[in-house]
């Protein structure tokens, strides 16, 4: 086809636009660092290869024939510690199973091909595995060390990088930046703690090892894609993509060791793409905020939903996945779809110009370092425009051989209606012909219970299916689908404020409690449902229904425990907000004592808990009733004026762990103090959060907490009470 527009990409190794020139004339070759095939990809990983995908298929109707490689990190790389330590549990749960690695990899590589086919990812030419691939990183290791590049240590190679002088020309960084507070271990075996592994030793029991001149063992981090592009591409490549989190130090080592080894450059454009976030934070396992495809699935969203959404972002900006923006993208990919299918025949010599002018402005856009968001505004165009339909569904066409959402082929599937509710229905119709709407609603409103909506048609009622996608669209996705009430003027005296990510019954039971004692006071209860299992959120709609003071939210994930609370804050309308955790049980009244504790001015937060602390590093649990430090979040009473004053909470705690003490330390550094009230009648049950949380999940989501907390505040013992005094 035309190769009209020339192709621009932003080559992160230049840090500008450049025209592309491929290597060799008439293949254009693609590197893409793949998976990790030890569990499912999630839909952040999905993003980068959806703007390889895009890149591929834009140079293929370019009329390049291209060539793609998509690597795939098998459990061959599995370290043996991260076994040992059951850092993996689906790993870990599988071998004890009996499965062999090849088995675990083998089931994850499928799901990843089965994943990239619903997106509509075309699948790479080649996919090698690592592990068939070890002689050829054995060999390449061997040039490295023949070349002086590599240094043999007690059966380890390492990369000298102090020997190639280019080290850190794509990243413009020569080692990673220490996280404050954390102790990265020296390795006493490299020369210089830049230098990084070729080759390790096999440890004592390590069962996946191969053979190589320096003993048993495995390969490195980075030469699995050194050697498989070389392999498979050719010294010099064209493109290479991969994350933003790739580029340091996976690509910075592979193009020290192609560089080192083959003598000249590695790759031509580097493209790297930008995270997929939730809640603001980049979208990763150990985060524990990821979205699998078969997650979108079962809330009723078709893949390529998020194909679309993809689509409205640069590939080079961080976007912010919510399930709204994805039932946004779904309604709009839809509705792109119906505007198709409805529009008529006649074609037009006026329609062809204008068509031509169309295409020319949807390639140019793409050919501009794949500009998807200028792209699919053009379809847009053609799709609202008063083109003829031929003429449209051929551009259309034309355009979603690179967009790839099945634009024209896709037909809506007309699904078959249940008796019940055809029967509903027609009940329905009888109704209004004698004009008894009340009961005609009734039935709509049942109707549309049972997932249909009940249109007012001439002939009848006519019904049309909601989709379960639709239902998500209800919910928050963020505490910022809250309006903030901050500045309205108080409307009752107490906000009760609960947030509860599991845990039907508890929460119930700490509801409940407050509810039968604040019965004499001006109060509403605000109760947000934190991504709460299934059926939770309808005993809340229940109780909500029959109590006019309870106001409740559903979030469509757990929001962390920050943002969770940011809910209640932002909707409370008391002059007064009571904050309880679900383990919390209220045997009397806490209400009259906390107002009284909090008619003192100074008085910022007051509570049943408190810790104190000499160095902000340990805290220890106050015993009696006084000034303390903080206080704890289980039960926290402050006026609504101090949230005006020292804002909402830090949403980057999504455990709850340290987010009571930062909160606490803030209204500190405003000049309040701090009190508990050890006779506030409340009972403390097993806290659920902590309990559910398996053990070394809560140590790296604590210590996490911890070094933020301590960036923080770590410095700021002048707050201490002790220290004040
Ligand atoms: P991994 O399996 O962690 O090696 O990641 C596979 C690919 O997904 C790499 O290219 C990563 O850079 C990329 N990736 C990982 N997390 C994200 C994210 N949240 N958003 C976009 N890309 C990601
Ligand atoms: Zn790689």
């Given at each position: 086809m035309?190769?009209a527009?020339?192709?621009?990409?932003f080559?992160?190794l230049t840090?500008?636009?450049?025209?592309?020139v491929?290597?060799?004339?008439?293949?254009?070759?693609?590197y893409?660092?793949?998976p990790?095939?030890?569990?499912?990809?999630?839909?952040?990983?999905?993003r980068s290869?959806?703007?390889?995908?895009?890149?591929r298929?834009l140079?293929?109707?370019?009329?390049?024939?291209?060539?793609?490689?998509?690597?795939?990190?098998d459990?061959?790389?599995?370290?043996?510690?991260?076994?040992e330590?059951?850092?993996?549990k689906?790993?870990s749960?599988a071998?004890?199973?009996g499965?062999?690695?090849e088995?675990?990899?083998?089931?994850y590589?499928?799901?990843?091909?089965?994943?990239?086919?619903k997106?509509?990812i075309?699948p790479?030419?080649?996919?090698?595995?690592?592990?068939?691939n070890v002689?050829?990183?054995?060999?390449?290791?061997k040039?490295?060390?023949?070349?002086?590049y590599?240094?043999?240590?007690?059966g380890?190679?390492?990369?000298?990088?102090?020997?190639?002088?280019?080290?850190?020309?794509?990243?413009r960084q020569?080692s990673?930046?220490?996280?404050?507070?954390?102790?990265?271990?020296?390795?006493?075996?490299k020369?210089?703690?830049?230098?990084?592994a070729?080759?390790?030793?096999?440890?004592?029991g390590?069962?996946?090892k191969w053979?190589s001149?320096?003993?048993?063992?495995f390969?490195g981090?980075?030469?699995?894609?050194?050697a498989?592009?070389?392999?498979?591409?050719?010294?010099?490549?064209?493109?290479?993509?991969g994350?933003?989190?790739?580029?340091?130090?996976?690509?910075?080592?592979e193009i020290?060791?192609?560089?080192?080894?083959?003598?000249?450059?590695?790759?031509?454009?580097?493209m790297?793409?930008?995270?997929?976030?939730?809640?603001?934070?980049?979208?990763?396992?150990?985060?524990?905020?990821t979205?699998?495809v078969?997650?979108l699935?079962?809330?009723?969203?078709?893949?390529?939903a998020?194909?679309y959404?993809?689509a409205?972002?640069?590939?080079?900006?961080?976007?912010?996945?919510?399930?709204?923006?994805?039932?946004?993208?779904?309604?709009?990919l839809?509705?792109?779809?119906?505007k198709l299918?409805?529009?008529?025949?006649r074609?037009?010599?006026?329609g062809e110009?204008e068509?031509?002018?169309?295409r020319?402005?949807?390639w140019?856009?793409?050919?501009?370092?794949?500009?998807?968001?200028k792209?699919?505004?053009?379809?847009?165009?053609?799709?609202?425009?008063?083109?003829?339909?031929?003429?449209?569904?051929?551009?259309?066409?034309?355009?979603?051989?690179?967009?790839?959402?099945?634009l024209?082929?896709r037909?809506?599937?007309a699904?078959?209606?249940p008796?019940e509710?055809e029967?509903?229905?027609?009940?329905?119709?009888e109704?209004?012909?004698?004009?008894?709407?009340?009961?005609?609603?009734?039935?709509?409103?049942?109707?549309?219970?049972?997932?249909?909506?009940?249109?007012?048609?001439k002939?009848?009622?006519?019904?049309?299916?909601i989709?379960a996608?639709a239902?998500?669209?209800?919910?928050?996705?963020?505490?910022?689908?809250v309006?903030s009430?901050l500045?309205?003027?108080?409307?009752?005296?107490?906000?009760i404020?609960?947030?509860?990510?599991?845990?039907?019954?508890?929460?119930?039971?700490?509801?409940?409690?407050?509810?039968?004692?604040?019965?004499?006071?001006?109060a509403?209860?605000?109760v947000v449902?934190?991504?709460?299992?299934?059926?939770?959120?309808?005993?809340?709609d229940e109780?909500?229904?029959s109590?006019?003071?309870?106001?409740?939210?559903?979030?469509d994930?757990f929001?962390?425990?920050?943002?969770g609370?940011?809910?209640?804050?932002?909707?409370?309308?008391?002059?007064?907000?009571?904050?309880?955790?679900?383990?919390?049980?209220v045997k009397?009244?806490?209400?009259?004592?906390?107002?009284?504790?909090?008619?003192?001015?100074?008085?910022g937060?007051a509570?049943r808990?408190?810790?104190?602390?000499?160095?902000?590093?340990s805290?220890?649990?106050?015993?009696?009733?006084?000034?303390?430090?903080?206080?704890?979040?289980?039960?926290?009473?402050f006026?609504?004026d101090?949230v005006?004053?020292?804002g909402?909470?830090?949403?980057?705690?999504?455990?709850?762990?340290?987010?009571?003490?930062?909160?606490?330390?803030?209204?500190r550094?405003?000049?309040?103090?701090?009190?508990?009230d050890?006779?506030?009648?409340v009972?403390?049950?097993?806290?659920?959060e902590?309990a559910?949380?398996?053990?070394?999940e809560?140590?790296?989501?604590?210590?996490r907490?911890?070094?933020r907390?301590l960036?923080?505040?770590g410095?700021?013992?002048?707050?201490?009470?002790?220290?004040?005094?």
């Amino acid at each position: 086809m035309q190769r009209a527009t020339p192709i621009r990409v932003f080559n992160t190794l230049t840090r500008r636009k450049e025209d592309f020139v491929p290597v060799e004339a008439g293949l254009v070759k693609i590197y893409t660092c793949g998976p990790t095939v030890y569990r499912y990809a999630h839909i952040g990983n999905l993003r980068s290869y959806l703007m390889a995908d895009w890149l591929r298929r834009l140079l293929e109707a370019q009329g390049y024939s291209v060539k793609h490689v998509k690597n795939i990190t098998d459990v061959g790389h599995m370290r043996q510690d991260m076994l040992e330590r059951g850092e993996d549990k689906v790993i870990s749960a599988a071998l004890a199973e009996g499965k062999t690695p090849e088995q675990i990899a083998a089931h994850y590589t499928e799901a990843f091909m089965a994943d990239e086919s619903k997106l509509n990812i075309l699948p790479a030419h080649e996919f090698p595995h690592a592990t068939t691939n070890v002689p050829e990183m054995v060999d390449l290791t061997k040039m490295l060390v023949d070349r002086g590049y590599g240094y043999v240590v007690d059966g380890n190679v390492y990369f000298e990088v102090g020997r190639f002088s280019e080290y850190g020309k794509l990243s413009r960084q020569q080692s990673a930046g220490l996280e404050a507070g954390a102790r990265v271990e020296a390795d006493p075996l490299k020369r210089d703690q830049r230098d990084f592994a070729l080759w390790k030793a096999a440890e004592e029991g390590r069962m996946l090892k191969w053979p190589s001149p320096w003993g048993d063992g495995f390969p490195g981090w980075h030469i699995e894609c050194s050697a498989m592009a070389a392999k498979y591409l050719g010294p010099e490549i064209d493109f290479h993509t991969g994350g933003v989190d790739n580029i340091f130090p996976h690509h910075e080592d592979e193009i020290a060791q192609s560089e080192a080894a083959f003598g000249r450059r590695h790759v031509r454009y580097w493209m790297h793409g930008q995270h997929l976030l939730v809640d603001g934070l980049k979208m990763a396992k150990s985060t524990g905020n990821t979205y699998e495809v078969s997650d979108l699935e079962k809330r009723g969203f078709e893949p390529l939903a998020f194909r679309y959404l993809c689509a409205t972002a640069s590939y080079r900006a961080r976007l912010n996945f919510t399930l709204k923006s994805l039932c946004a993208a779904q309604k709009a990919l839809l509705r792109l779809r119906e505007k198709l299918s409805h529009s008529d025949q006649r074609a037009s010599k006026e329609g062809e110009k204008e068509g031509d002018r169309l295409r020319e402005e949807f390639w140019g856009a793409l050919a501009d370092d794949l500009s998807l968001p200028k792209a699919l505004a053009v379809a847009w165009r053609v799709a609202r425009s008063g083109l003829p339909g031929t003429v449209k569904r051929e551009l259309l066409m034309d355009f979603d051989r690179v967009l790839g959402l099945d634009l024209v082929t896709r037909m809506p599937s007309a699904s078959a209606i249940p008796t019940e509710v055809e029967a509903l229905a027609r009940e329905r119709d009888e109704f209004r012909r004698r004009n008894a709407y009340p009961e005609a609603d009734a039935i709509r409103e049942r109707i549309q219970a049972m997932g249909y909506e009940a249109r007012d048609a001439k002939r009848g009622t006519a019904l049309v299916p909601i989709p379960a996608w639709a239902r998500t669209d209800a919910a928050i996705s963020s505490s910022g689908d809250v309006d903030s009430l901050l500045n309205e003027p108080d409307a009752v005296d107490f906000t009760i404020g609960i947030v509860a990510r599991r845990g039907c019954d508890e929460l119930e039971r700490s509801l409940m409690s407050a509810r039968q004692w604040a019965g004499g006071i001006s109060a509403e209860f605000v109760v947000v449902d934190n991504g709460l299992e299934d059926g939770c959120g309808g005993r809340l709609d229940e109780l909500a229904a029959s109590d006019e003071r309870l106001h409740v939210f559903h979030a469509d994930h757990f929001l962390g425990s920050a943002a969770g609370l940011n809910v209640v804050l932002k909707q409370a309308r008391g002059r007064h907000i009571v904050t309880l955790d679900t383990s919390v049980e209220v045997k009397g009244d806490i209400f009259t004592p906390s107002r009284k504790l909090l008619e003192d001015s100074r008085v910022g937060i007051a509570g049943r808990w408190g810790v104190t602390s000499g160095d902000l590093r340990s805290f220890e649990e106050a015993e009696e009733s006084g000034d303390v430090d903080a206080v704890e979040g289980y039960l926290m009473a402050f006026r609504r004026d101090l949230v005006k004053e020292i804002g909402l909470l830090d949403e980057k705690y999504r455990f709850y762990r340290h987010l009571d003490l930062d909160f606490s330390l803030a209204a500190r550094t405003a000049g309040y103090r701090l009190v508990t009230d050890t006779g506030l009648p409340v009972a403390r049950h097993e806290h659920l959060e902590w309990a559910a949380t398996p053990e070394e999940e809560r140590d790296r989501l604590s210590k996490r907490n911890f070094y933020r907390f301590l960036r923080k505040w770590g410095e700021r013992s002048d707050l201490l009470v002790a220290q004040a005094r």
